[in-house]
């Protein structure tokens, strides 16, 4: 397959498996330099009232795409975690995936050019850019540890011998902005004790723990997906189950959130809790198919991002849903994606 089907497939593929975030020509038409601050209303329409940035970076807020309508289409914003779906603050940053933590933030940003391009954009802790290096292919997840020392991203690249028109992950984990190299690299044990080898092996959706050695993370081959347990320490990663894909740690660490497939359908995902001491899994409430990697609330809520229903909707809210399987789904932030819940 030439360059240009490749890259079609990749595309294609990508917004099914992955909910790849909005594309180059939407992201052109929204690209005018923004420094403003609004507040949303229903219907995703625009005021004037003010958010302070600082003082909303200095309590405890979310961090997340803005996909409202106008000029700050695809920039990073904040909230408060007091009045998320209030004012925002909406920043000078073009992102498709963002994350953040006390110390900072990354974006991973689109380039001009006639070919799109891509780059993993570091922030500082005002959020504003203050490094920026290449990614190779089209951006698809990025996490940061809690310390802000390690930042793992997910794009899709082709070119892998395996086969033209299937697409590919490279998942590279950088300390202090070094890369260890693509976790495809290390070595992968199966819950059944096989090696995974396979030339079509994936890795995806990676979440870091508080000791800055241990990891999660999807591996896939073929039609299956596994959750395993990384050290970066030893480069070696454990199968724990399989259908688990996209994981998220809570914030103390003992639970694991992720999407599994519903049925037998491809591209059609349920929400999951799994507790990692007892080996409990608990489907959570959320009926409709999530493509995304959730974000923990808090102790006891999830985010995630959902495309808005309606014919000829083009944005994405961003819901929030108990963790205990209890409850109802509830809209977090409208117009917006990448969640990311900071506590200074």
């Given at each position: 397959m030439n360059r240009p089907g490749r890259i079609s497939v990749l595309v294609s593929v990508s917004v099914v498996c992955f909910g790849l975030a909005a594309g180059y020509l939407v992201w052109a038409?929204?690209?005018?330099?923004?420094?403003?601050?609004?507040?949303?209303?229903?219907?995703?329409?625009?005021?004037?009232?003010?958010?302070?940035?600082?003082?909303?970076?200095?309590?405890?807020?979310?961090?997340?795409?803005?996909a409202q309508p106008g000029a700050g289409f695809g920039m990073v914003a904040v909230s408060t975690l007091r009045a998320p779906d209030g004012p925002r603050a909406v920043g000078q940053q073009l992102c498709e995936r963002t994350y953040a933590t006390a110390g900072g933030g990354v974006c991973l940003a689109p380039k001009r050019g006639l070919v799109p391009t891509y780059a993993l954009v570091s922030l500082n802790s005002r959020l504003q850019p203050v490094a920026s290096s290449p990614l190779v292919g089209l951006p698809s997840r990025t996490r940061m540890s809690r310390d802000s020392s390690l930042v793992s991203t997910t794009t899709f690249v082709g070119g892998h011998s395996y086969g033209d028109g299937k697409f590919s992950t490279e998942t590279i984990i950088r300390r202090d902005g070094v890369s260890l190299g693509n976790i495809e690299n290390f070595t992968t044990t199966l819950p059944d004790g096989s090696k995974l080898t396979a030339v079509d092996r994936n890795f995806w959706g990676v979440t870091f723990a508080a000791d800055d050695d241990t990891f999660y993370a999807t591996a896939a081959s073929g039609n299956t997906t596994w959750l395993v347990r990384g050290s970066l320490r030893a480069k070696t990663m454990t199968g724990l189950r399989t259908d688990a894909e996209c994981p998220s740690l809570s914030p103390d660490g003992t639970k694991i959130a992720y999407k599994k497939r519903l049925g037998a359908k491809l591209g059609v995902w349920h929400l999951a809790v799994l507790d990692?001491?007892?080996?409990?899994?608990?489907?959570?409430?959320?009926?409709?198919?999530?493509?995304?990697?959730?974000?923990?609330?808090?102790?006891?809520?999830?985010?995630y991002q959902l495309p808005r229903d309606g014919a000829g909707s083009t944005s994405t809210d961003i819901w929030q849903v108990p963790a205990d399987g209890t409850g109802q789904p509830s809209v977090f932030i409208e117009d917006a994606s990448s969640p990311a819940v900071v506590r200074p």
């Open positions: 038409k929204h690209s005018a330099a923004v420094g403003s601050v609004v507040e949303p209303t229903p219907g995703g329409s625009e005021s004037t009232a003010q958010l302070d940035l600082g003082a909303a970076l200095a309590q405890p807020h979310v961090v997340f795409r803005n990692l001491k007892s080996g409990k899994e608990t489907v959570l409430a959320e009926q409709r198919s999530v493509d995304d990697q959730m974000e923990w609330l808090d102790a006891d809520h999830l985010l």
